[in-house]
Nanobody, 117 residues
Framework: QVQFVESGGGFVQPGGSLRLSCAAS????????MGWYRQVPGKQREFIAG???????NYADSVKGRFTISRDNSKNTVYLQMNSLKPEDTAVYYC???????????WGQGTQVTVSS
């Protein structure tokens, strides 16, 4: 059973930074590509950043240059460093595998990020 636990969200002023963490269960975490997604009430969950089993990354245009995804396979954890935060980044943030996201399974509880002055 795959499980993800997100943490690190909070309230931050525009221009601030946060670092999100996603702890994953399973000893084979290291072979999976991972992604970060976010959802605003009333809207569909959207992809924002992905990392393969190595170090190759990709980002949505809306966060490119501001957010950085990384992973530590020894800790079964994927991170999202968020800099230069904007009010429009306010959302609940989730991690998942790309397949899990496509099949709409394995979602955790997410972590709330609120950017406001």
């Amino acid at each position: 059973q795959v499980q993800f636990v997100e943490s690190g969200g909070g309230f931050v002023q525009p221009g601030g930074s946060l670092r999100l963490s996603c702890a994953a269960s399973g000893s084979i975490f290291r072979i999976y590509a991972m992604g970060w997604y976010r959802q605003v009430p009333g809207k569909q969950r959207e992809f924002i950043a992905g990392i393969d089993s190595g170090v190759s990354t990709n980002y949505a245009d809306s966060v490119k240059g501001r957010f950085t995804i990384s992973r530590d396979n020894s800790k079964n954890t994927v991170y999202l460093q968020m800099n230069s935060l904007k009010p429009e980044d306010t959302a609940v943030y989730y991690c998942n595998t790309p397949l899990g996201a496509t099949k709409n399974v394995y979602w955790g509880q997410g972590t709330q990020v609120t950017v406001s002055s």
